[in-house]
């Protein structure tokens, strides 16, 4: 049994219920992941413990053991003066949106009426049950580096399907924050904490 903390590589195919398949290693690759690390959807990494190197299964997975039930609350109203190009907004089709330290999401257009468009940020898969084939290929050896979420496909648990280029989101808080230390300066000095602070760096 392959167990918990594992690195594997896995092969896979993944179908919805009426046989369309929506991802598979044969277009993306193997799966390479740790197990029991929160890095791919939970149905298919609680399937792949149990199983032995070689094995292959297919495994039903409940939706709320995948991309989780539909939720309308994910769906926003958006002023249209605050999207790019809005007057080429395709609607039925899903567009993407960069989030906060420049990873995409992905949102599908429902409607654009009245000024605003209607955007959907659920999964594309959420509250759909997913059905896998699954075979690990191998146990590979210990990795002293995560791969990123954002590599691991239809299967892993970001939002995007497409790799997604890293961010140092917390290697410079001043630089994230958009401060430089001339701007934490003048902040103090105006507060009257300059000879506080300066005895903070001393310390």
């Known amino acids: 049994m392959i167990g918990k903390y594992a690195y594997v590589r896995v ?4 179908y919805l219920e009426d046989g369309t398949v929506f991802d598979s290693s044969e277009q993306s690759g193997p799966l390479e992941f740790q ?8 149905g298919l990494d609680d399937a792949v413990q149990v199983l032995e190197v070689g094995q292959k299964e297919r495994v039903r997975i409940p939706c709320e053991f995948a991309y989780g039930p539909y939720d309308e609350r994910n769906v926003q109203k958006r002023d249209l003066r605050y999207i790019p190009n809005a007057e080429e907004l395709p609607v039925g089709q899903t ?57 691991y496909g ?19 808080f001043l630089m994230n924050m958009g401060l430089t230390e001339e701007d934490v300066d003048k ?17």
């Open 95 to 151: 567009i993407s949106f960069f989030g906060p330290v420049g990873q995409k999401v992905p949102a599908k257009v429902l409607k654009v009426e009245d000024g605003f468009a209607y955007l959907d940020f659920n999964h594309r898969l959420a509250g759909k049950d997913l059905i896998f084939d699954v075979e690990v290929l191998e146990i590979l050896p210990p990795k002293t580096r995560r791969t990123p979420l954002s590599a």
């Open 154 to 172: 239809a299967m892993g648990r970001t939002a995007d399907t497409q790799p997604v280029a890293e961010q140092p989101v917390f290697n410079n």
């Open 35 to 42: 197990t029991d690390c929160g890095q791919v959807i939970k």
């Open 11 to 14: 092969a896979y195919t993944g």
């Open 187 to 203: 902040a103090a000095e105006r507060l009257g904490l300059g000879d506080e602070a300066a005895s903070g760096e001393e310390r």
